[in-house]
């Protein structure tokens, strides 16, 4: 099974060139999964695998109070797999064909104000590594960028003369996104005061970098999130996508166009960008009960 599993992750890689956090996902939900027919169903092969094994493993996850998203997942991965198995005759059969993946519902995400904004990016710092906080949650709010693009900017990237970043995305695509003057300043007092500073012997493109000098992972930038939070008294439950989804927010609620948001939030779809006009609607509401003298 490992090596079936293994070849597929190897086509996805490849062939499909996935996102790594992609492949990521798709080798945990399939390593469990085997790991499930192997020790619970007691089988060897996923030639052997039927529909009501595959049910029998939803139902596995449901009772250990996986989430509706997750188990949609999951299904997604499983039929994924046996098409691939069936396609590549390495199966005589494709047990997952009538399993439905059900719509998850969908939660507005949680945004912050302006005013906790503000907050969040005021670093009276002057140390390099407040430089180079300064400067990530800057670019984060002016760009809108998944964490795990941010991380992978390179110097080649940011073009501060011209006021925009070049942003490679999921499935490789490449976006253009203006930047805005805070983000522009902060990225030069980071380039000028912090980066060398960071560096030490090391010697790479990449954009920021960790206090030993080397690339910045997902998990140090989110411990410094929440450092930062704490430090600014923000209590609502951060995610590493707040900002981003604030920044998207924001933009619609003072005009901005959805076409315009959706391209530079990187969405295929549009109607991914939408549920930031329910956000909208929802903070109007919620704006209209607090200070209307008639609400």
Known sequence: MKND???????????????????????????????????????????????HMIVDYLFFLKEQGRAEATVARTIASIRSLHQFLLREKLCESDPSVHLDIPKASKRLP???????????????????????????????YATGM??????????????????FVRCVGKG???????LGGEATKALKLYLEKARPNLLKKHSHDLLFVNHYGKPLSRQGFWKIVKRLAEMANIQKELTPHTLRHSFATHLLENGADLRAVQEM??????????????????????VYAKHHPRA
């Open 110 to 140: 949680k945004v912050l104000s302006l005013e906790e904004v503000e907050a969040l990016l005021t670093i009276s710092g002057q140390e390099p590594l407040d430089f180079r906080n300064r400067a990530m949650l800057e670019t984060l």
């Open 265 to 286: 939030l990187g969405h295929v779809d549009i109607s991914t960008t939408q549920i930031y006009t329910h956000v909208t609607k929802t903070r109007m509401k919620d």
């Open 146 to 163: 998944r964490v795990s693009e941010m991380i992978n900017l390179t110097l080649s990237d940011t073009h501060l003369s011209m006021g």
């Open 172 to 178: 490789n695509k490449e976006r253009i996104i203006p």
């Open 5 to 51: 599993v293994s070849e597929f992750l190897h086509y996805i890689q490849i062939e499909r060139g996935l996102a790594d956090n992609t492949i990521q996902s798709y080798r945990r939900d399939l390593a469990n999964y085997a790991k499930f027919l192997e020790n619970v169903v007691n089988i060897s092969s996923f030639n052997e695998v039927s529909r």
